[in-house]
């Protein structure tokens, strides 16, 4: 007879597995290493709340529901339809959004400048109009609030509910 404790956990540790090698890539190990194997200091101390929340499991719930709460707005939705590969590459949209929270809450600063960059590039390119003719711009303040405000909202009440 087997111990049923021996296998939830088995199924946990190949559940979580399967989770981590979609969510961060198939480099997991050498972009920990970049994040968290360094001498250089971060945007945020250890001890801080963001990076709490953010080392949850709830993020996948948070970030769900941020999805879902950033689609209420139709000229941000639009630059998600119009520019986005999500339909061709979920895996690799979802991965590159992981590394982002993760080089900005738990890598150097360096890093976190960096993916900061890189997000104010693509977003440079992100722009046109929506099917009822209003213009969008990814790099709008209003936008990038209403996204922002979003995922703030959601990771909190994820965590606060699951975390």
């Given at each position: 007879?087997?111990?049923?404790?021996?296998e939830?956990?088995?199924?946990r540790?190949?559940?979580?597995?399967?989770?981590?090698?979609?969510?961060?890539?198939?480099?997991?190990?050498?972009r920990?290493?970049?994040?968290?194997?360094?001498?250089?200091?971060?945007w945020?101390?250890?001890?801080a709340p963001?990076?709490?929340v953010?080392?949850?499991?709830?993020?996948?719930?948070?970030?769900?529901r941020a999805?879902?709460?950033?689609?209420l707005?139709?000229?941000?939705?639009?630059?998600?339809?119009?520019?986005?590969?999500?339909r061709?590459?979920?895996?690799?949209?979802?991965q590159?959004?992981?590394?982002?929270?993760?080089?900005?809450?738990?890598?150097?600063?360096?890093?976190?400048?960096?993916?900061?960059?890189?997000?104010?590039?693509?977003?440079?390119?992100?722009?046109g109009?929506?099917?009822?003719?209003?213009?969008?711009?990814?790099?709008?303040?209003?936008?990038?609030?209403?996204v922002?405000?979003a995922?703030?909202?959601?990771?909190?009440?994820?965590?606060?509910?699951?975390g």
């Amino acid at each position: 007879m087997t111990d049923v404790g021996s296998e939830a956990s088995g199924v946990r540790a190949w559940l979580g597995e399967q989770v981590r090698s979609r969510v961060v890539g198939p480099h997991a190990d050498l972009r920990h290493a970049e994040l968290f194997d360094t001498g250089e200091p971060g945007w945020f101390v250890d001890d801080a709340p963001i990076r709490r929340v953010h080392a949850d499991a709830s993020m996948f719930v948070g970030g769900l529901r941020a999805l879902l709460f950033q689609s209420l707005h139709p000229r941000a939705m639009a630059g998600v339809a119009q520019h986005s590969d999500y339909r061709h590459d979920p895996w690799g949209r979802l991965q590159r959004t992981a590394d982002f929270l993760a080089a900005t809450t738990f890598g150097p600063a360096s890093q976190a400048e960096r993916a900061v960059d890189i997000v104010h590039r693509v977003h440079d390119r992100v722009v046109g109009t929506t099917s009822d003719g209003r213009a969008y711009a990814a790099n709008d303040p209003h936008l990038l609030h209403w996204v922002h405000i979003a995922e703030l909202d959601s990771f909190l009440a994820a965590h606060d509910r699951f975390g």
